[in-house]
């Protein structure tokens, strides 16, 4: 099972990339856990300084924008 992290505050973007990496690993049919993180503390500990950001697997693959749904699953596959 895949474990994607959501690192972001909840703002629009960070729910947008929720939604996106969640329709991404929905088809590649892959079993995930979605996990949003808002506590700043914790998404510092990423060394993630821009949100949003997306953590596969406890690895930062992207921060600062929202990836389009083809860069996600390949991020995510």
């Not at 990836?67 to 996600?72: A, I, R, T, Y």
């Amino acid at each position: 099972m895949k474990k994607l992290q959501i690192l972001g505050t909840g703002c629009p973007k960070c729910q947008k990339l929720a939604e996106l990496a969640e329709e991404a690993a929905k088809s590649l049919g892959i079993d995930y856990e979605l996990e949003k993180i808002t506590d700043i503390s914790k998404i510092m500990s990423f060394g993630v300084m821009m949100t949003p950001a997306l953590a596969v697997d406890g690895q930062v693959k992207v921060a600062g924008r929202v990836p389009s749904l083809e860069e996600l699953k390949q991020m995510i596959s």
